[in-house]
């Protein structure tokens, strides 16, 4: 069993950057593909980034791409979020997740793992 838990969410400016963290416990993270979700206020959740089990590969949301960084340190068992350039749509609550497989990689149903989300907020 896998837990996750986020960090680095709060309050920033509109083109500010926050970094997000995702520290696993409790199994082999090496073996774990991650990834960030995003549930904003009255919308669905919604695929930000992942990333596979070496880091070798990884895939941002249009939404965000060129904005976001996904990122992972096996040794540390965490996983990263890099935003920059943020704008007031970004505002939700973020979510990683883990999985053991990689197809379908942009939809939640695939993760078996969640964190407790982290609150980002974003002000114009």
């Known amino acids: 069993q896998v837990q996750l838990v986020e960090s680095g969410g709060g309050l920033v400016q509109a083109g500010g950057s926050l970094r997000l963290s995702c520290v696993a416990s409790?199994?082999?993270?090496?073996?774990?593909?991650m990834a960030w979700f995003r549930q904003g206020p009255g919308k669905e959740r919604e695929f930000v980034a992942a990333?596979?089990?070496?880091?070798?590969?990884?895939y941002t949301a249009d939404s965000v791409k060129g904005r976001f960084t996904i990122s992972r340190d096996n040794a540390k068992n965490t996983v990263y979020l890099q935003m920059n350039s943020l704008k007031p749509e970004d505002t939700a609550v973020y979510y990683c997740?883990?999985?053991?497989?990689?197809?379908?990689?942009?939809?939640?149903?695939?993760?078996?793992?969640w964190g407790q989300g982290t609150q980002v907020t974003v002000s114009s």
């Open positions: 997740a883990a999985s053991n497989y990689w197809e379908e990689y942009a939809m939640s149903r695939t993760y078996d793992y």
């Open positions: 409790g199994g082999a993270f090496g073996s774990y593909a």
């Open positions: 990333i596979t089990w070496s880091g070798g590969r990884s």
